[in-house]
């Protein structure tokens, strides 16, 4: 049964409690992080910033981690799952080469995200971001990076099974098994 989870700072405090009816958590895209999050300030280039998406999302990641629950972390989720853990974001990668685009990555062997490819190469990711991972954070692997060296996936070993991409799979997965593979293999985990 899919939950939503509203930004609501209140909730917060219910979150640990929470994680003990659910299975497997999907981090999605939207706004930039807060700077001030990983200790920088702002360039002009940042935009949609929501404060409450940050205490929320940041502590949802917290929860995840501690409880061991199944993360697929989607392009500003992947971000937030790198600041939590102590890294950076390149605040403007300067081009738009990741801008409304299809693209390969190439994976790393033997990552959780090649399994769930099949593949150590994900053949068309959509990406929609002007932003990156720029220090990996506390126990963060760099598991794809696309052509030109931005860094397109991250996982942890902080939890069993924690995979975050920079690009959106949701927006091919429908005829593009690639994708839905990364899907699958969250539920699959899940249903664990």
Not at 15 to 24: A, E, H, K, N
Not at 40 to 47: A, G, I, N, W
Not at 54 to 79: K, N, S, T
């Amino acid at each position: 049964i899919p939950l939503l989870l509203p930004p609501i700072p209140a909730l917060v405090d219910r979150l640990p409690s929470l994680m003990d009816r659910i299975d497997g958590i999907v981090l999605h895209g939207g706004g930039d992080v807060d700077p001030s999050r990983y200790g920088e300030p702002p360039v002009d280039e940042v935009y949609g910033v929501v404060p409450e998406h940050d205490e929320v999302e940041f502590a949802v990641v917290r929860a995840a981690l501690e409880a061991d629950r199944p993360l697929l972390a989607i392009c500003r989720g992947m971000q937030v799952l790198n600041v939590v853990l102590g890294g950076t974001l390149v605040q403007h990668i300067g081009n738009e080469d990741h801008w409304l685009r299809y693209h390969p990555v190439d994976v790393d062997a033997g990552s959780h995200l090649a399994t769930a490819l099949r593949s150590e190469t994900a053949d068309r990711c959509h990406s929609v971001h002007h932003q990156a991972v720029g220090r990996l954070g506390d126990r963060i692997s760099l598991v794809a990076q696309a052509g030109d060296g931005t860094p397109e996936a991250i996982e942890t070993d902080v939890a069993r099974w924690v995979v975050g991409v920079q690009w959106h799979p949701e927006d091919s997965a429908a005829d593009d098994t690639q994708q839905q593979g990364l899907f699958d293999a969250l539920v699959a985990r899940a249903s664990r």
